[in-house]
């Protein structure tokens, strides 16, 4: 089955840019759907899609793809973004399984 | 307000059963995909099993196929999951998911826009 790989931590600091990447062979095929996660808390969806964000989102948030890798940008980090954050996608391999990525931990400084 | 809710969770010992339900509300429940998905304690999430709309189709990841059996109740406006033959490794926080869709040139790309609050499961004697 196909894999999905994050950084396990990323640091950014206040008002900066900050990428968030996601790798695998799957997201040759599908677009990755991007989570937010807070302690104690449900995920959120943050971005979907080509770079779709659910009403709510702040607009700081944006998402790529290219080849196997799919990035989440946040531009002009706030200190409520400090999270972890998990890619996921179909994968591409005929299982009809559901991939996510180990998750990274964005620290705001 | 759309919304999901999980119960049924708790401690259970190795070997035994538990059964999850999901009740949603402010949506057409029969007309959506859904997901269950599950975090350990300290870990990352890790997708467990998925329903089609209407029942007839289901998968399961290779950790729990042959123990847990996913189901909906579209009258009801409910999902389930049974869990049989609990392990240790089964301990987790588990999430319903809403499965969303969106056609981008000539495909459909799916995502979760829609989780509950979560419900732990404890495995341990």
């Known amino acids: 089955s196909s894999e999905l790989t994050q950084d396990p931590a990323v640091s950014v600091a206040l008002g900066q840019t900050v990428r968030i990447t996601c790798q695998g062979d799957?997201?040759?095929?599908?677009?990755a759907s991007w989570y937010q996660q807070k302690p104690g808390q449900a995920p959120v969806l943050v971005i979907y899609?080509?770079?779709n964000r659910p009403s709510g989102i702040p607009d700081r948030f944006s998402g790529s793809s290219s080849g196997n890798t799919a990035s989440l940008t946040i531009t002009g980090a706030q200190a409520e973004d400090e999270a972890d954050y998990y890619c996921?996608?179909?994968?591409?391999?005929?299982?009809?399984?559901?991939?996510f990525g180990g998750g990274t931990k964005l620290t705001v400084l | 307000e759309v919304q999901l809710v999980e119960s049924g969770g708790g401690l259970v010992q190795p070997g035994g059963s538990l059964r999850l339900s999901c009740a949603a509300s402010?949506?057409?429940?029969?007309?959506?995909?859904m997901n269950w998905v599950r975090q350990a304690p300290g870990k990352g999430l890790e997708w467990v099993s998925y329903?089609?709309?209407?029942?007839?189709?289901?998968y399961y990841a290779d950790s729990v196929k042959g123990r847990f059996t996913i189901s909906r109740d579209n009258a009801k406006n409910s999902l389930y999951l049974q869990m049989n033959s609990l392990r240790a490794e089964d301990t987790a926080v588990y999430y319903c998911?809403?499965?969303?869709?969106?056609?981008?040139?000539?495909?459909?790309?799916?995502?979760?826009?829609?989780w509950g609050k979560g419900t732990t499961v404890t495995v341990s004697s």
């Open positions: 998911a809403r499965v969303n869709n969106i056609l981008t040139g000539p495909y459909y790309y799916y995502y979760m826009d829609v």
């Open positions: 402010g949506f057409t429940f029969s007309s959506y995909e």
């Open positions: 329903i089609s709309s209407s029942g007839s189709t289901i």
């Open positions: 799957s997201l040759r095929s599908y677009y």
């Open positions: 899609g080509k770079n």
């Open positions: 996921n996608s179909r994968d591409s391999s005929g299982n009809h399984f559901w991939v």
